[in-house]
């Protein structure tokens, strides 16, 4: 998912039409035609990706226990808000500060706030076709991204966590630090200058949910009980079939994730590419679910239901990075890696005491981490000196991580320490006995007593 | 003291809970349970088979009381809780040997 | 959303590339093309607005009690169904009478059944590729509105109606009063000719299933032990995260709804302005949930789950009337104040006594009226003299909404009055209580006698 | 659904432009376009029959009781990636041998393993424009039918089944069986030369499910208890709202799977095709809700919610062996009976001692051999005396259903007798009481004691 | 009259009921719990964590029956919810002072 | 032998559970339950409506235990259940006419 100001890599074919194909007029695609299935992809891509703000929602609400269920509902669909209003006022033009609105040369655009109106008086569009598509059409994709890194968040941190300071580090991720991050690669800053790689996102979405997600659950402590006694206390959640559709719905939005990320439809090179990107996504997500059913087989003697959708998703992130280069068979590998992840990471955090409600450091960090240096295997970004080699573009990807990393993980740390001297981020233990439902929200998910009997 | 179970019909809970405040009972427990007798159920066919939903919706009421209370609450109940109509359950009473709040350590009437 | 007979409005360019492009040769798109974007557009936007079926059907479960969720489940699939039938067989011909199918000029289409059937017997289209699309996706598309116009009356009138007088209103509703109404417009009707605009539906959809849930609600009286001793008892629903994905759904479902409006994808402009609908559409939605959410929790000290889920709804409710013409910081405006109007509503209906069980009539109808009257400050349709006025479109809009909410609610209420004089529509006061899944539908939602441990 | 190798019957149009449109170039679309037409329809087809995966899910996590809910959406979950990989690996060689990679001519193709990869090294298209849609997406497409298949068996041998054998009784059923049948019809062998015609599969897709589900009922037994004492014992499902949330899934889904089968979008005969498809398959689903909603009030006295849904399924398999002749009343009553064969064929069921959890033998098996046999009336290949008569048409039909319940039946049950002889495939009764979730699974699909009051 | 707790295995209720109308029993309430005993639930792992899983589904019965019932009761319950493995459960035998019908207002036996 | 009915706050389960372990308790039987007391609920706004949340979610223990055990058992719920809060809850003791293990048919103190 990259701007056309990155040239690099195969994706940067996508906007511009094939040579082979361009000398057949009779066959060649009409510019108006191409900018209509360009925006197109965009906009099937974008209520796609929009779509996992309920798979989310879902996957959240069946991993916690009910008597936080609403309060996740609550979270999920106000994040998402947030995040919307957020992107538009702030974060698309530090995300695309373009060529001259840098506050930080490559590292930070201008936050300057921009209505964004495609159609003038006279309902003729504000912006020329010669751009290749839409710029509503990217807008509205690209802040799909920007929700889906605030979703992340709230999944690790449930149970504990104070509502409004939430939002308001939800507000704050969403409005500046992934889009710094963002601009980074696909604003044309450092990284992609760097020859840095990653067609959708697994890093620069992903990881940097993730590593928010690690600062505040460092700084918020685990659920009370949970590390009790010297031993893990597992605290099973709600209820297997919403988490299991939040998965099913994650799943389906991925293919608007990686494939809209292709950025054009209107060739044939991009609908092959496109096609190809759905089809390696899908197979991903059924490596990473595999490997991870068979590693709780053979481990625990038992298939672990939530393993399983865990590791669906991190196959998802691990081909985020690179959908489009890998055959299949290789994308099944990359999944199955990312589900084996899943399988050795979350008891490895329950060791280092850090509480991630969902899994999601393990799904969204660490598979995100992998996918990135994946992607080394089978692209290789032009430098100075023609193509680099596989272990040169491991140690760009790497440098990638490293910074993408460091400054989410520190700017969020600062934030979250900032939030909790101000106001307090985590509840009182009375009220995490209660749940956060009765204690914030006031209504219970499921508050009648008894089922069907209740007389008022 | 005693302990008064009473079986009812979970839609007259609030009206229950109301009369017996008025009386002076200063707590009771509440579990959703369900209860066959006369009321015998009823037919139901889910997917071409019949099958019989033997036992109904009840709610079960618990409250320990001084024995002075025991015939108006067992009377509060049996006024509020009547419909007439098969199922309306049952008021029984059990011997209690003591009792205590845990909060305070009283035991005995104080505790109720 | 209106035929091409309309040409007032911004809307009306969407059929008719614009002259800027049309000179460009070599970009231009072919007229073929043309007809399969457009058509693309409409089955696109028609199976998001059918999932919306699903939306409401999880709204409602969610928002009703346990011993209700099969009742409303089987009137949502009953209605939807219904829907597709009658207006198959009547309310499509109704609604789009075009020159010569009037019954009475302007204000009701002859109600001729028509059997569509788009290919010939050699597999050639019966309809020409002139028309711009292909009328069968038209005819899908207009479909998935009428059912949704009925999904909305279900909400409110829950836990108390009868399931077969529900179904026959349902039958007449989208045979007869929504496709005569929607005929006022989008038909060519009175409305269309007085200058009335209405993009997607906020008054002539919305608003419609609004008022007959209204007529519906004052026949059949609030849920026994609602409004007890002049006093409000609240009867919170079964399931929040239910709730929560219907509201979802919705969400998602919207951009087709609003952006299938458009009518017309295959242009420059028109793949511009679907991109405008889509953004605005979700931030109109944001601003709703998040106004709903800062008003709960500054009014109640706490936030209400249930009326942020409303307020995201009215959000989009309010910028369906007209979601091209408005900057996104004017769509996030417009969202907001619908979100308002929900929160100071939902108990203004409770002290009138009219028990809408879901909260449809402040989303639906209230939301409806402010989005249609909002319309007036970003678009002005064409009269006589020219562009009207602000004003004079205000008034417009005001005599729109009056003659909308006439119709329906008198035709509603008398519909409603017949059903109970021949039928009842009330169950009776023992099966209020056991439930209507006991008493109508033969299966609990949830018959289990405990979990996990029914022996049966 | 049909590679372009099958031209008789009306889809073998689809690929090439209707004469009537050639002649006019200046509206003629070009084959670039055409190809991403074509592509896009194929990718968003996909998508929407992926979704299907999650609505079996869905439906079955319903209807199974909560101590089996892990456990089924464990399975749903598992067998959708098992699919997608042995079809990949597999099954997609098999089902299409193409010319040359027959293993025994029209019968069974070659397994070869083949690792589909689109874009060279340079990012150029490894196959050419003038397939007319990019392969990757056809395959991507056929993968979501494979699974599908899959997906039908689950429902039936739900509560009492084991989870490995079940797998790779899926792993050979999509790696092997259907493969094998679908090559018959669309991979251009046998049955495609007898003029047989099956558009998207209510033989090829729906009946295969059946029928290996049905094997696998026989062997397996029914549920403990289900036929006690010479009667039938109902036991209700967990959750209609679940059961009714994967029912609406599966009929937005199945607007992929029958307007993706028209296999083309980019001519207006396609496009006016693809519309049809979607009208008619929506109003058939209508139509089997309807016609199961009205006899079961009929005949019970109530309306049976669970019939309902197995009523839309019903209507949606009988229209999908040609979803794209019939008029809109055709589909109607196409559609209805098959929901009048399921309220009669699910006690039926139950009188054979035959336990089918979720209905899948009625919807997806009868209700597919009846929508094959139906296809008779509107479509008649050609063979070599010109277009048959609608009675050769059914013994055609009538042959086909019966070759493909042949083989399926056969090598389902030699399969399952295989398995059940290995490794046995029922659990103990012991874990059958206690259900699949504790035994097999390690955590239950709501685990909570109590709302919200669990204190661990 | 005596009050009969009976802790039983959940998938024994269907045929606990029928022997126990056999023999004269006219209601019973029906409640789902959770038991501890020396049945001592089971090791789970849960996302790579092992717990104990301490409590055991099971359903606790409550009968009024008059003296006379207590010993076919007893044996009843006894015989049918017996599988011979841990967990089966237990009966107690409670006194009961008094009983009364909501419907009729009777007591004594006849409530029952 | 007596039966111990306790009314406790469910987060305090565990904690008890282990407490009675320690002094000898062999089973006991929990059900999830609604309590009615001093602890008066709490005031909720719903949709714009205020709301009494009149009930409390509590958990009843229930344990057959022999008499030498009462003060044991009484003592140690007591002090672990308290939080010196409202609505800590309390202890009931019934008399218990007999017991019996319906996996050995065992019978008196020796089927606890
Ligand atoms: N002997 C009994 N012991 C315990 N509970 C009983 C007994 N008899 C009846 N019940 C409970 O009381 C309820 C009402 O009793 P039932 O016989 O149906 O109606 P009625 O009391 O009006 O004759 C039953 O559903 C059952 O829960
Ligand atoms: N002393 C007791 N008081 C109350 N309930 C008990 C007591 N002992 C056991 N139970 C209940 O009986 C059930 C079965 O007891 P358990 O010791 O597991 O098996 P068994 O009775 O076969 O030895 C327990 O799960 C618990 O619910
Ligand atoms: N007389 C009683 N009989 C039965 N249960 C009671 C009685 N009084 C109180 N309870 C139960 O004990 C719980 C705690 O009592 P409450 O009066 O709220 O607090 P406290 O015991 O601290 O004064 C109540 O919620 C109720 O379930």
Same mark, same amino acid.
């Given at each position: ?211 928010? !997600? $690690? %600062?505040?659950? @460092? =700084?918020?402590?685990?659920?009370? *009980? /949970?590390?009790?006694?010297?031993? &893990? ?55 990473? !679910? $595999? %490997?991870?059913? @068979? =590693?709780?087989?053979?481990?625990? *003697? /038992?298939?672990?239901?939530?393993? &399983? ?56 960090? $660490? %598979? ?89 | ?112």
């Amino acid at each position: 998912m990259i701007k056309p100001i990155l040239v690099s890599g195969i994706a940067g074919l996508s906007l511009f039409a094939s040579p082979a194909f361009a000398q057949d007029t009779s066959s060649a695609i009409p510019g108006d035609s191409v900018f209509v299935f360009n925006t197109l992809l965009f906009l099937i891509g974008g209520f796609l990706v929009m779509w996992m703000a309920a798979g989310f929602a879902m996957l959240e609400a069946g991993l916690v226990r009910s008597k936080n269920v609403s309060m996740q509902c609550t979270k999920n669909i106000a994040l998402f808000s947030i995040a919307g209003i957020m992107f538009t006022l702030v974060g698309y033009n530090v995300l695309y500060p373009g060529d001259g609105n840098w506050m930080i040369e490559g590292w930070v655009g201008n936050p300057s706030v921009k209505d964004i109106k495609l159609l003038d008086a006279d309902g003729n569009p504000t912006v020329t076709a010669g751009d290749g598509y839409s710029s509503g059409s990217d807008f509205f994709f690209q802040l799909m991204f920007c929700a889906a890194t605030a979703s992340i968040v709230s999944g690790t941190l449930a149970e504990r966590i104070k509502l409004w300071p939430f939002l308001i580090f939800t507000a704050v991720l969403t409005g500046l630090i992934y889009p710094i991050v963002a601009s980074w690669q696909w604003g044309g800053g450092v990284l992609s200058a760097a020859g840095f790689s990653d067609f959708a996102g697994s890093t620069l979405v992903h990881s940097v949910g993730g590593w928010a !997600a $690690l %600062a505040g659950a @460092i =700084l918020l402590g685990a659920r009370t *009980g /949970k590390f009790r006694d010297g031993q &893990v206390h597992p605290m099973p959640g709600s209820s297997m079939p919403l988490a299991t559709l939040g998965t099913f719905i994650l799943w389906l939005g991925w293919f608007g994730f990686n494939g809209g990320s292709q950025l054009a439809l209107g060739s044939v090179s991009d609908a092959d590419a496109v096609s190809q990107i759905f089809a390696n996504t899908n197979i991903a997500a059924s490596g990473g !679910a $595999l %490997a991870a059913m @068979i =590693l709780t087989q053979i481990l625990y *003697g /038992k298939v672990d239901l939530t393993m &399983v959708l865990n590791g669906a998703l991190a196959g998802l992130v691990s081909i985020t990075a690179e959908p489009l280069a890998p055959t299949m068979i290789e994308s099944i590998m990359i999944g199955a890696v990312g589900g084996v992840i899943v399988v050795f990471a979350v008891p490895m955090l329950d060791r280092m005491r850090i509480d991630d409600v969902v899994g999601a450091i393990p799904v969204h960090l $660490l %598979a995100g981490i992998w996918g990135t240096i994946a992607v080394a295997f089978n692209t290789q970004t032009e430098g100075a000196d023609g193509i680099r080699s596989v272990s040169e573009q491991i140690s760009i990807q790497l440098y990638g991580i490293g910074l993408v990393g460091l400054f989410t993980f520190v700017a969020s740390f600062a934030l979250w320490m900032l939030l909790k001297l101000l106001f307090g981020i985590r509840v009182s233990d009375e009220d995490e006995y209660i749940g956060l439902d009765a204690a914030e929200i006031g209504i219970e998910a499921y508050p009648e007593f008894g089922k069907g009997s209740q007389s008022l | 003291m005693k302990l008064i179970i009473a079986i009812i019909k979970p839609f007259k809970l609030e009206e229950i809970r109301e009369a017996l405040i008025k009386i002076g009972v200063q707590g009771l427990v509440v579990t959703e349970s369900k209860g066959f007798g006369r009321q015998s159920g009823h037919t139901e066919i889910y997917r071409g088979a019949e099958y019989e939903v033997t036992f109904v919706p009840k709610l079960k009421l618990e409250m320990v009381i001084p024995d002075s209370l025991v015939d108006p609450v067992s009377e509060a109940i049996a006024t509020t809780a009547k419909t007439g109509r098969i199922g309306d359950g049952k008021i029984f009473v059990l011997p209690v040997d003591s009792a205590m709040r845990i909060r305070t350590g009283e035991t005995g009437e104080e505790a109720l």
